[in-house]
Structures are given as structure tokens and as C-alpha cells.
């Protein structure tokens, strides 16, 4: 087989991370070095610019923008949340071979993955050669056949920064803090709050996350137990936390409010970008356990995944190197892939991008493996040391 | 006049800041080092364990062990809230002259400079030679005579960043964001969101303060205006922000919320550990102008004054002096003094720490100057050129 002249595209997905436009450089850059596609375009908030033609030219821009690029937050092509049917694909790939473009690499989650296997299948039965390639990006390492994924090493990182300075916070005015942190499904990056454990008493003293049910009088039980012994008590919550019926706790709060909630495209209940579960556990504890405990509650929100300033190096190193696996992918004659990235060595710690048909990755969620969490209000030692690469040294600190 | 000999004491109080650990190690290393007093206690938990006896040894902490303290967040002896009245203050000095302890260090806010005040009024009265000194410290910025206060520099660095990742989310997916920061009755830290503005369209449109009048009808006249222009809007607002009848508008939610509102000892109603705000002003927002709208909201919470991994250099470097400049003024024969910071120029950057007074800077507030506020809903040139120097430098950016 020969590979198809022609144009490329790149295109941003989902819930931006710090790293996403580490994978977006990376892309271009192997692009530009290889020579595989004669323009790049980028897509303008994802799917709609496709849609319609809101393209930019990535293929002039320098290793010096780029590296800029790269250590920028946030998508900078623009996502977008819609979430593609057939049809909606069809009228993309309209564009795209208006275009002869044949390479399509689509930064984002298990939705991105999905709809880069549709637009695949759509120009397939159209007898027109594209390529498509997913490159994972989501902050829940939440994709399936990934060790992990782009995006989790540096929120995990805000999430271990932000958990140890809140409980030195919290141990010099003692008292019960909550701190909310994202995950509609998977728990890892609430579990990663765990990270923030030091010799000095440091991190969370439970973490609820959305793998396991919450029961309100478990939760209020353990919170008396360990208040009562430490004469404080950190908790680390998942945004994604559910009641045995399965109804997250945000979704029921919400209907109790309004007796109605916000949806988004992909009929998910709106989560974050409010402090309505944080302040509700709060009004719990002091109801049940004393309206004078000292009861504060955090909700992370959007901080967590573009924070300026608190980056993983291995995160954003793989970021970049998963874009660049993409082309090197289509290089290697691949018709289309995701790139997951395996571990190949925990000491010292490797991994490799390995592509995978689209369909094992689209549409599938990972959870935190039931090994790995501990009295459904803790993580084990197996998961902090399968996270600590990840997010790399963290602070330093003392006590007296 | 000859020095007292004797011991010394040291205490933090307040809300805690990612530097106080650094005054603190500036202070005990310059006592060791100037041999100013015997023995140097560490009270626990500031005046609630000078009253307790709840001390600790400073006298033996090696410079490794002081530098690691000096890069932990959290005030490492404990904090307080108390606020001491005489007859608080007479018991505490019992205490003191028990233990013969001539030097008094007091790390924190301008409550703090007025205990120090008290309790050498209260030494002073007994003929007791107590020599008291207050080193600032406040992410609020609002002690008067003082250019700015340890702790600022490195929360208006948190904001900024902050407010830098933010914007670029909310560029990537447009809507609505409102980011609630500290600050009661001053406005600096909300203010140091400015500083997250680049020619990449980052950094807040509108910025309210509690120097300034809240009015709902303005506020969503000039949401809409940025809103229907920029398609997507991002708002910093002050927890301390009020009505024209001067109430704040958490108290007057938690009024309407439950009849009644939570007090610090110092009569403060409780504003930070809710979302309450943020979530009261997104839902007026979506009353008012569409409830189809994407608005979300994050407070920043405790995450502003403890992030650990987020510290302006400068501020952590004065924070030390600051202590160590007390020790400097005890040595130099003050009987007692706040160590003001000043600025000595601004190009380059430079200050020098003037001992003043007790009761000059003890329960005064300093507010954002009206010259610094542009239009009730935005900051000045002037401002962000004052706070450039204190937060440091911030991430470099790059765009598409």
C-alpha cells in the first residue's frame, strides 16, 4: 500500500486539560518533520468547525509557537461538546474531501474516539481513503486499554498540591473540610488527592469515589470517627458520587432545587461549576454531628484541569509524544488507531503508544479496579504507586 | 538602655499563607544566630496556647530543618481565632513571665498587632520588660502603612494563575465563568486576577470588589454587554462584595437560606468554604438572561491561601526578612514595633522593613485606593504595574 497524498486535520475535543496542546504540537510537528500531508488545517471548536469550515493553517508554525503552544492550557483550536450522529459525520466528510484531506487526528476522550471511528466508517462506505486517528486526552483516565491517559498527571498533580496544602490549612485551624474534586464515573483523579500523604499527617483522611455507593450514613460515621480521634477530618469527594439507586448525589440536589437539571449534549447531568455538593455535605455533617463543628467545603472545578502553573513533566512529555505516535501510526500504514499508551516498566518508569482499532477504545469508561479501592472510603498502597510517576515530585515539607 | 535577657516566644495567627512558615524560620534563625534570647518557644495554636502552656522548642531546629519549614504552606505551630481581650491577654502574660520570656513575635494580620498591642500594654502595666513585635501577614494585602503584606505576592500569583488557565477553558468551550476569591473588605487579591490578562484574550472582562457598591442590575447590564460582544465572559468577584446598605451578599443568602449566619470571634460573618455566592450569582444570571446560557462558577476557597505548589519567590524571600527584620528591631533596642514592608523602588523592584508603632497598623484596615478601580467593574494600569513585582513571573503563553 501507498499512503494517500493529500491534506491533514487536527481538531480538539471535549473538556480542555494543561496538556492537550502538548498533543496538538506534537501532531504538527511530526507532521511538518515527516512531510506526511501537504496542508494542516486546524478545526475551530472541534466537530462545528468542521462542519462548518472554520479552518486555520497549523503548517506554518514554528518550533518556537509551537513549544509556546504546548505549554499553554486549554484547547487553542476550541472544543466543542457536541457529540456527532452518522449524519452530522456525513456532512463533515463532505468537507473534508471537498478539502482532500486524508488524515484526521482527533484529540479527546472515549466521545472524541467514537466519532473519529464514525467519520472513518462514513468515508469508507464513500470509497474515499482517510485516515483517522484518536489521541486519547481526559483527565479521568477513564479510557479503556490506557495505563493511563494524557491529562491525568497534571490534574492529578493540582488535586496531591491542593490536598496537602488544604490539610496543613486545615491542621493549623482544625476542623472537617471537604474538598470536591471531577469524576462523573471513575474515581481516579479523586483518588489521587491520596498523593498528598506525608510523614507530617498531611492529605485526605477519606475519599469517597464514585466506583463505590454512597450511603450517607456510612459517610457520616466514618467523618464522626475520624473527627473524634484527630479532632479533624479531610475528605476528598468525587463530583460523580451516587446513592445505591444509581442517582448521583448532584443530580438529586438539583431536582430537589429546581426539579430540573442541565444536561449536555451527550445526556450527561451537568456536574461541575457549582459548590451545590460540597455545600450539601457540609449542612449534613453539622446537622447530624453539631451546627458548631468548624464545616468547610471546596469545590476544585475548572482549576483542576487549567491550572497555569502545576503541570506534570512525564504528562506533558507523553501529551506530546502520543500526537507525534499518531503520525507516526499513519506513517506505518495504519488506516486508523487510537493511541494508548502502555507501561512498560514501573522502575524506571517507560511506557509505549501502541494504536488500537478505534472501536476498542470509542464509546468504552474505565473505572478505578475494585482492588484499588479500600472500605469504600480509601485507596490502597498499589494505587499510589501506580500514580506517582505520573504526577512526579511534589513539595517538599517540614514540621515542627 | 541594655536588652533584657531572657527567653522568647513565637506564635502565628489568622488564616494561614503558603510563606507564614518562612517568617516563622526568619525569626528563630536570626534569634540563633543573634543569640537574642535562651530558650525560643513555639506556642501551639497562637494565644490559646500561650494560655495552655502548649509550647514547643524552636532553639534546636537546624537550618535544613528551618528551610523545609520555610517552604511548607500552613502555619506549622497551629493557628487561632481567638481574639484576645485584657483580661485574655493578662492571663497570657502570666504565662509569659512565668517562663521569663522577654520577646514576644507575633506572626499575622492586623488582629494580631493588636493583641500584640494588648499584651504589652498589659507587660508595660506590671513593670514586666516585654519587648513585642508583629510581623505582618495577610493574603488580604490590607495592613496600612505597609506597601503589601507577606502572604499577598503568592495568593494573587494562585489567582492569577488561576484566572490565566481559566479564561483559556472558557475560551476553548465560550459560556459564562464566574471565579468567587477571598477577600472581605478589601479587594487586592480579587484585584491580582488582572494580572492574568495576555494579548491572548486571557484574564477576567469584569472584576468586582467590595470597595465598590454591588448592584444586580449593573452587574447583569455588564455581563451582557461583554457577553453579546466577546460571546463568553469571565467575572472575578470578591466574597466580600455587598449591597448599598453595606451587608454582604453571602450574609444576606445565608439569612435567607437558614435565618441565620456563622461568626468568627471577631464578630466577621463566615464567607469562604461555600459555593454559595458563585452558585447564587450563576443562577441570577441564567434568571436574568437565559437559562439556556452556560454559566458556571468555582470559588477558589482555602486552595488561594495554601496551594503548595504555586509561591512568588519574592514573597517568600520578604516573608523571611520580615522575620528576620524583627529580630533586627529587638536587637536595635525597640520595646515593641510592626515590621512594615516598604517600597524602596520600582525598577528594579526593592523594599526595606521599618519597624513602627504597634497600635499604628493594629485593627486597621487598608482598601484598595478608589483611583486603582475603573468603573466599579475593573482595575487600572496602576494597579497590576504595583502588583507585577510581587506575584513574579507567570506562565508564558502562546495561542492560535
Given at each position: 500500500m501507498t499512503l494517500p497524498a493529500g491534506n491533514a486535520i487536527i481538531a480538539q475535543s471535549g473538556g480542555p486539560t494543561v496538556v492537550i496542546n502538548a498533543s496538538l504540537a506534537g501532531v504538527v510537528e511530526a507532521i511538518q518533520e515527516s512531510g506526511l500531508a501537504g496542508s494542516i488545517f486546524g478545526a475551530r471548536h472541534a466537530v462545528r468547525g468542521m462542519l462548518e469550515g472554520h479552518l486555520c493553517d497549523l503548517g506554518q508554525l514554528d518550533q518556537d509557537s509551537l513549544n509556546k503552544i504546548a505549554h499553554t492550557p486549554g484547547a487553542t483550536l476550541g472544543s466543542s461538546r457536541d457529540k456527532p450522529d452518522e449524519d452530522y459525520c456525513r456532512k463533515i466528510f463532505e468537507q473534508l474531501s471537498t478539502r482532500d484531506i486524508r488524515y484526521f487526528f482527533y484529540i479527546g476522550g472515549n466521545d472524541s474516539a467514537d466519532t473519529c471511528r464514525i467519520i472513518s466508517e462514513v468515508s469508507q462506505d464513500a470509497g474515499y481513503e482517510l485516515r483517522a486517528f484518536h489521541v486519547p486526552k481526559t483527565i479521568d483516565n477513564d479510557l479503556v486499554l490506557n495505563d493511563h491517559t494524557p491529562g491525568f498527571g497534571s490534574a492529578a498533580k493540582f488535586v496531591a498540591c491542593a490536598l496537602m496544602g488544604d490539610s496543613l490549612d486545615n491542621k493549623a485551624l482544625p476542623g472537617i473540610k471537604i474538598d470536591v474534586i471531577m469524576g462523573r464515573h471513575a474515581g481516579f483523579l479523586t483518588a489521587a488527592s491520596a498523593l498528598a500523604r506525608t510523614e507530617h499527617g498531611t492529605g485526605p483522611n477519606l475519599i469517597y469515589l464514585p466506583e463505590s455507593i454512597f450511603d450517607i450514613d456510612r459517610f457520616i460515621t466514618d467523618v464522626d470517627r475520624v473527627y473524634s480521634k484527630e479532632g479533624r477530618c479531610m475528605i476528598a469527594v468525587s463530583e460523580g458520587i451516587h446513592n445505591a439507586e444509581g442517582t448521583s448525589i448532584t443530580q438529586m440536589l438539583a431536582e430537589q432545587l429546581s426539579g430540573s437539571v442541565e444536561r449536555d449534549a451527550h445526556g450527561n447531568v451537568q456536574l461541575s461549576g457549582s459548590g451545590a455538593l460540597g455545600?450539601?455535605?457540609?449542612?449534613?455533617?453539622?446537622?447530624?454531628?453539631?451546627?458548631?463543628?468548624?464545616?468547610?467545603?471546596?469545590?476544585?472545578?475548572?482549576?483542576?484541569?487549567?491550572?497555569?502553573?502545576c503541570v506534570s513533566a512525564s504528562d506533558r512529555t507523553e501529551a506530546r509524544e502520543s500526537g507525534r505516535a499518531a503520525v507516526q501510526a499513519a506513517l506505518d500504514d495504519h488506516i486508523g488507531a487510537s493511541l494508548t499508551i502502555r507501561r512498560t516498566s514501573d522502575h524506571p518508569y517507560t511506557v509505549e503508544y501502541v494504536p488500537v482499532p478505534l472501536q476498542e477504545v470509542a464509546r468504552k469508561t474505565k473505572v478505578m479496579p475494585a482492588s484499588w479501592i479500600k472500605d469504600g472510603c480509601d485507596v490502597t498502597e498499589d494505587f499510589i504507586e501506580y500514580a506517582k510517576p505520573l504526577v512526579g515530585p511534589l513539595p517538599v515539607i517540614g514540621s515542627i
Amino acid at each position: 500500500m501507498t499512503l494517500p497524498a493529500g491534506n491533514a486535520i487536527i481538531a480538539q475535543s471535549g473538556g480542555p486539560t494543561v496538556v492537550i496542546n502538548a498533543s496538538l504540537a506534537g501532531v504538527v510537528e511530526a507532521i511538518q518533520e515527516s512531510g506526511l500531508a501537504g496542508s494542516i488545517f486546524g478545526a475551530r471548536h472541534a466537530v462545528r468547525g468542521m462542519l462548518e469550515g472554520h479552518l486555520c493553517d497549523l503548517g506554518q508554525l514554528d518550533q518556537d509557537s509551537l513549544n509556546k503552544i504546548a505549554h499553554t492550557p486549554g484547547a487553542t483550536l476550541g472544543s466543542s461538546r457536541d457529540k456527532p450522529d452518522e449524519d452530522y459525520c456525513r456532512k463533515i466528510f463532505e468537507q473534508l474531501s471537498t478539502r482532500d484531506i486524508r488524515y484526521f487526528f482527533y484529540i479527546g476522550g472515549n466521545d472524541s474516539a467514537d466519532t473519529c471511528r464514525i467519520i472513518s466508517e462514513v468515508s469508507q462506505d464513500a470509497g474515499y481513503e482517510l485516515r483517522a486517528f484518536h489521541v486519547p486526552k481526559t483527565i479521568d483516565n477513564d479510557l479503556v486499554l490506557n495505563d493511563h491517559t494524557p491529562g491525568f498527571g497534571s490534574a492529578a498533580k493540582f488535586v496531591a498540591c491542593a490536598l496537602m496544602g488544604d490539610s496543613l490549612d486545615n491542621k493549623a485551624l482544625p476542623g472537617i473540610k471537604i474538598d470536591v474534586i471531577m469524576g462523573r464515573h471513575a474515581g481516579f483523579l479523586t483518588a489521587a488527592s491520596a498523593l498528598a500523604r506525608t510523614e507530617h499527617g498531611t492529605g485526605p483522611n477519606l475519599i469517597y469515589l464514585p466506583e463505590s455507593i454512597f450511603d450517607i450514613d456510612r459517610f457520616i460515621t466514618d467523618v464522626d470517627r475520624v473527627y473524634s480521634k484527630e479532632g479533624r477530618c479531610m475528605i476528598a469527594v468525587s463530583e460523580g458520587i451516587h446513592n445505591a439507586e444509581g442517582t448521583s448525589i448532584t443530580q438529586m440536589l438539583a431536582e430537589q432545587l429546581s426539579g430540573s437539571v442541565e444536561r449536555d449534549a451527550h445526556g450527561n447531568v451537568q456536574l461541575s461549576g457549582s459548590g451545590a455538593l460540597g455545600d450539601y455535605l457540609a449542612r449534613l455533617i453539622r446537622e447530624r454531628l453539631g451546627s458548631k463543628l468548624r464545616v468547610r467545603a471546596d469545590t476544585f472545578g475548572y482549576l483542576q484541569r487549567s491550572f497555569a502553573d502545576c503541570v506534570s513533566a512525564s504528562d506533558r512529555t507523553e501529551a506530546r509524544e502520543s500526537g507525534r505516535a499518531a503520525v507516526q501510526a499513519a506513517l506505518d500504514d495504519h488506516i486508523g488507531a487510537s493511541l494508548t499508551i502502555r507501561r512498560t516498566s514501573d522502575h524506571p518508569y517507560t511506557v509505549e503508544y501502541v494504536p488500537v482499532p478505534l472501536q476498542e477504545v470509542a464509546r468504552k469508561t474505565k473505572v478505578m479496579p475494585a482492588s484499588w479501592i479500600k472500605d469504600g472510603c480509601d485507596v490502597t498502597e498499589d494505587f499510589i504507586e501506580y500514580a506517582k510517576p505520573l504526577v512526579g515530585p511534589l513539595p517538599v515539607i517540614g514540621s515542627i
